[in-house]
């Protein structure tokens, strides 16, 4: 699977945006898409997840502000963040990976669980 991910920039406090992961080259129904996010000097922090069912989880820092979808006939993810912080300043990195129908949440915030990575695009968020 391919990835690549669109729809970061510059927004001032409160404000959104929509970022898109498009797939190519697998079944891209068959994995679970996350987002993922990284800032300057910090670790890859999950940010959500959603199954091919659409089952979804969040981080708590994002619940009630960041909703995310998917469009298996397009191939691409969506992570719509709403009231965005200056702390969600980062990197934002789209993922696939495949998990047992037994996997739990501390199996869905791994990265390392994740086998295909988007190049990841920047969002800033100024106070």
């Known amino acids: 699977v391919q990835l690549q991910a669109s729809g970061g920039g510059w927004v001032q406090a409160g404000g959104s945006l929509r970022l898109s992961c498009a797939g190519s080259?697998?079944?891209?129904?068959?994995?679970?898409m996350g987002w993922f996010r990284q800032a300057p000097g910090k670790e890859r922090e999950f940010v959500s997840r959603i199954t091919w069912s659409s089952s979804t989880d969040y981080a708590e820092s994002v619940k009630g502000r960041f909703t995310i979808s998917r469009d298996n006939a397009k191939n691409t993810v969506y992570l719509q963040m709403n009231s965005l912080k200056p702390e969600d300043t980062a990197v934002y990195y789209c993922a696939a990976g495949q998990f047992s129908p037994f996997s739990g949440t501390i199996d869905y915030v791994r990265p390392r669980n994740y086998v295909y990575w988007g190049q990841g695009t920047q969002v800033t968020v100024s106070s």
């Open positions: 080259g697998r079944t891209f129904s068959n994995y679970v």
